[in-house]
């Protein structure tokens, strides 16, 4: 007789098992993702440091060319505001392989005028940190005039960027008791690097600064956001007297990524630190609780301060 065959029965996961295998794989996820998106901030601060060390050699190379640094932004005075504008940014652009872009910008006109639109709209890669998810794509509005967005801004020092645009209280009386108000850039600046006495390791040349809101909302007045670009200051429209340095530079009058930092200030996208170029062309990480006195002494130039001794 023959035997019955058994039908082959198929091996399946219960409810239950399939719940732990999910479980296991939600907790390796959990696990993973932190390491994946640290790894992914690593290259992204790498290539930030990178665009910095660009611009240290473009800044360096213009140097050797003209005998100075760029300017800050250049200034002509006019009852409606500065007629001029361009920053270190604009004039760096041959020397960043950019030359095509600086033939598109005519620097015998203002920076707003309409002839500079289609070039001061165009962003730059070489001027964006890739941690900062607003700029690349995000626009400074003055009034119907449309700036591109950067997320580099250079050393003016200490004093408040509104109130000394020129720095003449420092040009006035370098070693006296407006001393720390002398920063590498400014209005119509053109410092030479054998002037940064201070050390060219030791000085502060570029900063970063993120583009959006305030850390802070609602703290400072009509100010809400963050408006950097690499084109040029731009005059305010309702206030003649305002260059909107801010724009193209920073002041120490925060220590990087303060919560109350405002569009004057130096504010990254990373945590922690922030990232500068300094003098001789070096870049390093400068963390966001170092004391604001060493902070202010590396903003300067030419005071004589020790920053290790501070």
Request: charged share 20%; with cysteine.
């Amino acid at each position: 007789m023959t035997p019955l065959k058994h039908p082959h029965r198929r091996s399946a996961f219960t409810l239950v098992e399939l719940l732990v295998v999910i479980a296991i794989i939600g907790t390796l996820v959990a696990l993973l993702l932190p390491a994946v998106q640290a790894a992914r901030e690593s290259a992204r601060k790498a290539s930030c440091k990178n665009n910095l060390r660009q611009i240290g050699v473009a800044m360096h190379n213009y140097e050797s060319s003209y005998r100075h640094l760029p300017p800050g932004y250049d200034f002509v005075a006019a009852a409606d505001g500065n007629q001029r504008g361009y920053s270190w940014g604009a004039w760096l652009l041959p020397f960043m392989e950019l030359q095509s872009l600086r033939d598109q910008l005519d620097f015998d006109k203002p920076v707003f005028d309409l002839v500079n639109q289609a070039a001061r709209t165009r962003h730059i890669e070489t001027l964006l940190c890739p941690t900062d998810d607003v700029s690349p794509t995000g626009f400074v509005q003055m009034g119907d005039e449309t700036y591109a967005m950067a997320c580099y801004v250079a050393n003016f020092g200490t004093p408040d960027l509104d109130d000394d645009q020129a720095q003449q209280r420092g040009q006035l009386n370098p070693l006296g008791p407006f001393a720390r108000s002398w920063g590498p850039f400014y209005r119509n600046s053109k410092t030479k690097l054998r002037e940064i006495t201070d050390g060219l390791s030791s000085t502060l040349m570029i900063g970063e600064r993120q583009n959006g809101p305030f850390r802070t909302a609602g703290s400072h007045g009509n100010h809400f956001e963050y408006e950097t670009t690499w084109v040029g200051a731009v005059r305010d429209i309702d206030d003649p007297t305002d260059d909107h340095g801010h724009m193209v530079l920073f002041q120490t009058g925060h220590t990087p990524n303060a919560a109350d930092s405002d569009d004057r200030d130096v504010s990254a996208p990373h945590s922690g630190i922030a990232q500068f170029l300094m003098c001789d062309g070096s870049v390093h990480a400068v963390a966001e609780d170092i004391q604001l006195v060493v902070y202010q002494a590396m903003g300067t130039m030419n005071v004589g301060e020790v920053t290790a001794d501070l």
